[in-house]
């Protein structure tokens, strides 16, 4: 009876630790799962090239910020200006080498809780949630002068990328949708000034 005992008290040691291993097996298998799709839901929203949000993840993040109860808030475009001359003489691996480098030097001057995307083409965009557009444009005058005084590689020595700057920000009436056509416009504005400056969207600009 004794040694009875003992072969099935060995035998449920062997199933309990068969059981335990095949407990941890399913454990990795669960976290290589959950890596996976959080590796696939961030190339969903990242743009191949630069690394920033895509154009569809800020349209989220902007949804998102229309639902909650945020009371300041702002955002800024961007546009790298004369980009396509960059293409055109220098080639389009050097416009993408700019992109890329250009997105770093973006992101090197906002915080943490901000949100940096590629709009498309040489356009960028960032939502500052908690920021008044006056703050932004602060910011954004930092990124301004960085990009101006950086030397690109792709670029040849002494070539200036320069970047215009549209802000906007609450309380537009129709959210951020509306933000954004604001901010547009005063990169329009900052463009049609001269290029390389920042502009804050007034509803009443100043005439000539």
Known sequence: MRERNAVVLRRLQELYAESAAKRELLEQRRQMLEQAAEQMRLLADSDVLTGCLNQRALRCRMAELDQSDAAVWSLAMLDLDEFKQVNDRFGHLAGDQVLQQAAQHIASCLEGWMTLARYGGEEFVVLAPGL???RLAERMEAVRLRLAQAQLDGLPDGYAQTVSIGVAGQPPLNGSQQALLQADAALYRA?????????????EPERD
């Open 132 to 134: 008044a557009p006056e």
């Open 191 to 203: 463009k049609a000034s001269g290029r390389n400056r920042v502009c804050v969207w007034d509803a």
